[in-house]
């Protein structure tokens, strides 16, 4: 079972039609949620680290957002640029340090 | 600042061969990870290195090793090359282990042929 898991894989949307995207995690504690975006080609680029429910963070047209069991990503109003796989990755408390990542949700915003 | 340098960016090798990627973490960043991506299995981890130590280790064969140095720049080696290796290989670096903010490079493309 998969600790990691991103909803929806796949999401288009019209430039202006906010959204949210889905990270829901399995780890018994959770030391820190992260998520990245990702271009083609490219190294994932790290925007926020949640640590415990309840918290939010936001940058520009993105917010995430955290639960006990997931976190959200929320995008307002995009634009074409905003177009990127999203990345979500967890941290296990007392265990190797090692972020364990999900499988991604690519987005698509049409002009 | 200089962010995490991966050389080279393209390799193109057979199968059978061997190839030696190098990561160079932020100035300051004494952690190191390695990550293999693929379209089918996702981000999927190497190794972690700290102080030249190995500290963790992926679910990969043998096959796949690496180091670091003393300025803690990182190698990762791949002998007997298969087709499955075609990946994209990234390299993130932190300040310390188990930061919660780790920073990646733009990756190495192998194509395995």
């Known amino acids: 079972e998969d600790q990691v898991t991103q909803s929806p894989e796949a999401l288009r949307l019209q430039e202006g039609e906010s959204s949210s995207l889905n990270c829901s995690y399995t780890?018994?504690?959770?030391?820190?949620l992260f998520w990245y975006r990702q271009d083609p080609g490219k190294g994932p680029e790290f925007l926020f680290t949640?640590?415990?429910a309840g918290e939010e963070k936001e940058k520009e047209r993105l917010k995430a957002t955290l639960t006990k069991k997931e976190s959200f990503l929320h995008i307002t109003a995009p634009k074409p640029e905003d177009s990127a796989t999203y990345l979500c990755?967890?941290?296990?408390?007392?265990?190797?340090?090692?972020?364990?990542f999900g499988r991604g949700t690519s987005l698509i915003v049409h002009p | 600042k200089a962010g995490v340098t991966q050389t080279p960016r393209y390799l193109i090798k057979t199968r059978g061969q061997q190839v030696t990627l190098s990561c160079s973490p932020i100035?300051?960043?004494?952690?190191v990870s390695w990550y293999q991506q693929t379209p089918g299995q996702g981000l999927q981890f190497l190794f972690e290195?700290?102080?030249?130590?190995?500290?963790n280790k992926g679910n990969f064969p043998g096959r796949f090793s690496g180091r670091q140095f003393s300025n803690s720049r990182s190698e990762m080696n791949v002998s007997t090359l298969e087709l499955g290796d075609s990946a994209l290989y990234l390299c993130?670096?932190?300040?310390?282990?188990?930061?919660?903010?780790?920073?990646f490079g733009q990756g190495t493309r192998l194509t395995v042929v």
């Open positions: 290195y700290f102080s030249e130590t190995q500290r």
């Open positions: 949640l640590y415990s």
């Open positions: 990755a967890v941290q296990e408390q007392g265990g190797s340090y090692i972020p364990t």
């Open positions: 993130a670096s932190s300040r310390d282990r188990g930061d919660t903010e780790a920073f």
């Open positions: 780890v018994s504690g959770l030391r820190g």
């Open positions: 100035s300051g960043h004494r952690s």
